[in-house]
């Protein structure tokens, strides 16, 4: 995800959306507390826009949408309000408002320095509360990695790396595949010591 900064100022919930719908800077809320979000590298914006792109000719004609970065997700279980690099929802009843839903099949985060244990943790732990998600997409972009976690039917979470430029990152809620190697092409990352990166 991108970097976050926390505010160091309490607001409440009523006040956080007021607040938000009037101002251009995107923050996550939790707890009463505010996080700003700063602006992503270069290579978590064409991470981002390589998958958007990708996906959404693919769902045209689906109930399934592809968003950015700007669609407010809303963990109602843990009032918790985030904004996830890509998510996708595909049932109309998730749409709560204009600008935020409480619900989606899958989410991508680009994994970033500042924020990848967040994005492992707290949020991922959040995340799970969401009754439609179906998987969760972990992408690094100082190597070649993708990381995989699929809800079974038993609700349990399996778990799935994939760190070779022809392995294929295979998106079961969409009937989607992408090779890693389309996913990173144009990308300063090479093979190491047995090791994908940058």
Known sequence: MYAVQRVEQAISEEEY?????????????????????????????LLSTRILSALVPHLEGTPCTPYMADLRLYI?????????????????IAYIAEDMVNDAAVIFEILSPGTESYDRGRKFLH???????REYVLISQTIMQVEVYRRKQDGKWEYERLTEPTAQLRLTALDYVMTLEHLYRDMPIKRSGGKWEA
């Open 17 to 45: 959306l007021a607040t938000e719908r009037q101002q251009q800077d995107k923050h996550e809320w939790y707890q009463g507390e505010s996080f700003a979000m700063a602006g992503g590298s270069r290579w978590h914006n």
């Open 76 to 92: 109602e279980t843990h009032h918790h309000y985030v904004y996830p690099d890509i998510l996708v929802v595909c049932d109309e």
């Open 127 to 133: 995340y799970q509360s969401l009754p439609s998600l």
